[in-house]
Nanobody, 123 residues
């Protein structure tokens, strides 16, 4: 079982940066694919980025080139570095985990979720 706790959200001006962290408990963290999702008010939860156990990454088109996902298996932590933030990036950001050898991009494919952290980008 993996439990996830996000941190690092906040209020930032457009063009600014934030780094989100997701600390995972459990000894098998390295065998999990880790994903970041976000949900804005009135919208469905959407994929942001994912990092497979083998080191592969994938990003949503809307964040590619601005966001970077990384993981530190020794610290059981996955990060989301967000640069050049835009008001449309405003959302609650969730970390997710699933034991899988594939990289996963649908929220329905993940069964472990953090509580979420709010990111607000002002114009």
């Amino acid at each position: 079982q993996v439990q996830l706790v996000e941190s690092g959200g906040g209020l930032v001006q457009a063009g600014g940066s934030l780094r989100l962290s997701c600390a995972a408990s459990g000894r098998t963290f390295s065998s999990y694919v880790m994903g970041w999702f976000r949900q804005a008010p009135g919208k469905e939860r959407e994929f942001v980025a994912a990092f497979s156990w083998s080191g592969s990454t994938t990003y949503a088109g809307s964040v590619k080139g601005r966001f970077t996902i990384s993981r530190d298996n020794a610290k059981n932590t996955v990060y989301l570095q967000m640069n050049s933030l835009k008001p449309e990036d405003t959302a609650v950001y969730y970390c997710a985990a699933q034991q899988s050898f594939r990289i996963l991009t649908s929220p329905n494919e993940y069964d472990r979720w953090g509580q979420g952290t709010q990111v607000t980008v002002s114009s």
